[in-house]
T-cell receptor
């Protein structure tokens, strides 16, 4: 079965610093990959998605992610973070058999300090 | 803009009660999902539905049931609430093979 690993449960950074949030998934068969963001007391909002095509995916709020099939990774990056980026970030991968189902990682809490 | 509405943001119930969590989407999406979110565990799928009156078990269906009588509404039912069902519950919907859209969640406390 497909699984997703977000190794970093918390990532503290200073404002305007670059950040990378790591995500690895278990299977190298064709998958769809997603990053979602959750602000306090809200549901999840889609940041970006990889379905096919270019391996570098650009999303909202200046975030981007790179699909690396050989390393089964889909790391999220932003060159300069803002205080408002403080939130929980979830990586998700589609199920191998039923691609409408998503398997979520355990989340990474990004804390941006002034 | 897609809107997924969960009927309650906060809910407090007693053990043994039958609890209904309601979710409505306004974009005619085929798929609907119920998750629970717990610290350190991420989101875990409870049940999902591909169409009206259709449902499939997710990863943690024990203690829950669902109902989808109309395409826009997907209800989660806790048959006899227990304290270990205290959690954040998130509803989502999606078209076929498209990303899921989430509601704001219901924080349920079982006392």
């Amino acid at each position: 079965a497909q699984s997703v690993t977000q190794l970093d449960s918390q990532v503290p950074v200073f404002e305007e610093a670059p950040v990378e949030l790591r995500c690895n998934y278990s299977s190298s068969v064709s998958v769809y990959l997603f990053w979602y963001v959750q602000y306090p007391n809200q549901g999840l909002q889609l940041l970006l998605k990889y379905l096919s095509g270019s391996t570098l995916v650009k999303g909202i709020n200046g975030f981007e992610a790179e699909f690396n099939k050989s390393q089964t990774s889909f790391h999220l990056r932003k060159p300069s973070v803002h205080i408002s980026d403080t939130a929980e970030y979830f990586c998700a991968v589609s199920d191998n058999i039923d691609t409408d189902k998503l398997i979520f990682g355990t989340g990474t809490r990004l804390q941006v300090f002034p | 803009d897609v809107k997924v509405t969960q009927s309650s943001r906060y809910l407090v119930k007693r053990t043994g009660e039958k609890v209904f969590l309601e979710c409505v989407q306004d974009m005619d999406h085929e798929n609907m999902f119920w998750y629970r979110q717990d610290p350190g565990l991420g989101l875990r799928l409870i049940y999902f539905s591909y169409d009206v009156k259709m449902k499939e078990k997710g990863d943690i269906p024990e203690g829950y049931s669902v109902s989808r009588e109309k395409k826009e509404r997907f209800s989660l039912i806790l048959e006899s609430a227990s304290t270990n069902q205290t959690s954040m519950y998130l509803c989502a919907s999606s078209p076929i093979n498209q990303p899921q859209h989430f509601g704001d969640g219901t924080r349920l406390s079982i006392l």
